[in-house]
C-alpha cells in the first residue's frame, strides 16, 4: 500500500534542568521521550518519528530549538488546533511555539542552520536557590572585563579542537563564529535574580560537542587568572595540542535562537 509522508518543523522552548538532554536513553527522563509519547498520545495511532535540529545535553535549556516531524498518511490540517493540543498535553516545562510545512527536500541536521547561544553567569556570591535552573554560580571573583577580552578571541574563523570534548582525530575543527562576547545580562530576568549577572552570547553555524561550555570554562579560568590571553590564542591555533581541563556547568547554557537560511 502506498503511503504518502508529510514533513513539519516546529520550534519548542524548554527548561533543561530535569531532562538529561534530548536523545532518548533507558531509565532517564528525555524531551525526546516525551515529545514522541506526546505525540503518540495526541496522534492517536497515526505513525511518525521525529529528528532534532541538534542535541542538548543534560540540564541545557533552550529559548528556541526545533525538530522536524515525518508524519504518515494523514496531514495536519489546522496548525493552530493542532499546537494547542501539542500544549495541552506536554509536560509545563516543554511548549511548542510554532510549527510550519516543509518539503521532502528539507533536513533539518544538514539544512543550513545558524544558533545562537547564551551562557548566564554570576560572580563571587551565593545566589537565591530559585536560579540554579538557568544561572551558573561561579562563587570566585572573576576578571569581567579581561573574560571579554578572551571572549573576543573566540571571534572569527579559528580552530576549535581544543575545545571539543573528545575530539577524533578525523574532526572537522576549523569552524567559524560571527559573535562572541560577554555583556551584562538585560534578556533574562526575574525578581529573585541578583542585581547584576552576566551572559556570553555566541553565534555560529556549527558547534562541536561541549564546545560552548568548554569555551566559557577558558573564560572562567582566565577570570581566576589561572591562564592568559596569550594562552587562548594558542589554543586556537591549528598546532595546538591542549586539552581544556574545565567544561563550565551545564545549567547556564541556554539555546537562545535557531534560524534557518
Known amino acids: 500500500m502506498f503511503r504518502k509522508r508529510f514533513y513539519y518543523v516546529f520550534k519548542i522552548q524548554y527548561l533543561g534542568y530535569r531532562f538529561h538532554g534530548w536523545q532518548k536513553q533507558?531509565?532517564?527522563?528525555?524531551?525526546?521521550?516525551?515529545?514522541?509519547?506526546?505525540?503518540?498520545?495526541?496522534?492517536?495511532g497515526q505513525q511518525f518519528k521525529i529528528l532534532a535540529a541538534g542535541r542538548t545535553d543534560a540540564m541545557v535549556s533552550a529559548n528556541e530549538s526545533a525538530f522536524e516531524l515525518f508524519l504518515e498518511n494523514e496531514p495536519i490540517t489546522d496548525f493552530k488546533a493542532f499546537l494547542e493540543l501539542f500544549n495541552h498535553n506536554l509536560p509545563q516545562d516543554i511548549r511548542a511555539i510554532d510549527m510550519q510545512e516543509v518539503n521532502e527536500d528539507f533536513n533539518i541536521i544538514n539544512s543550513s542552520k545558524t544558533k545562537e547561544y547564551l551562557y548566564l553567569f554570576t560572580e563571587g556570591q551565593k545566589?537565591?536557590?530559585f536560579c540554579?535552573?538557568?544561572?551558573?554560580?561561579?562563587?570566585?571573583?572573576?576578571?569581567?572585563?579581561?573574560?571579554?577580552e578572551g571572549a573576543q578571541l573566540f571571534q572569527?574563523?579559528?580552530?576549535?579542537?581544543?575545545y571539543i570534548y573528545k575530539p577524533s582525530e578525523n574532526g572537522t575543527y576549523t569552524r567559524v563564529i560571527d559573535v562572541c562576547e560577554i555583556v551584562e545580562n538585560t534578556i533574562y530576568t526575574a525578581s529573585y535574580?541578583?542585581?547584576t549577572s552576566y551572559l556570553l552570547r555566541v553565534k555560529?553555524?556549527?558547534f562541536g560537542r561541549n564546545q560552548i561550555r568548554l569555551m566559557m570554562g577558558a573564560l572562567i579560568k582566565l577570570g581566576r587568572g589561572e591562564i592568559s590571553l596569550?594562552?587562548?590564542?594558542?589554543?586556537?591555533?591549528?598546532?595546538?595540542?591542549e586539552v581544556m581541563d574545565y567544561i563550565a556547568p551545564a545549567s547556564g547554557l541556554i539555546l537562545n535562537r535557531i534560524e534557518f537560511d
Not at 527522563?29 to 492517536?44: A, C, D, S, V, W
Not at 554560580?137 to 572573576?142: E, G, N
Request: net charge negative; aromatic share 10%.
Open 26 to 44: 533507558p531509565q532517564v527522563k528525555t524531551l525526546q521521550l516525551m515529545i514522541e509519547r506526546t505525540l503518540k498520545f495526541i496522534l492517536e
Open 127 to 129: 545566589n537565591h536557590p
Open 132 to 148: 540554579a535552573s538557568l544561572i551558573s554560580t561561579i562563587l570566585d571573583a572573576l576578571d569581567i572585563k579581561l573574560m571579554q
Open 156 to 162: 572569527g574563523e579559528y580552530f576549535f579542537r581544543s
Open 193 to 195: 535574580f541578583p542585581e
Open 204 to 206: 555560529g553555524t556549527g
Open 230 to 241: 596569550d594562552y587562548i590564542r594558542q589554543s586556537l591555533l591549528p598546532e595546538s595540542t
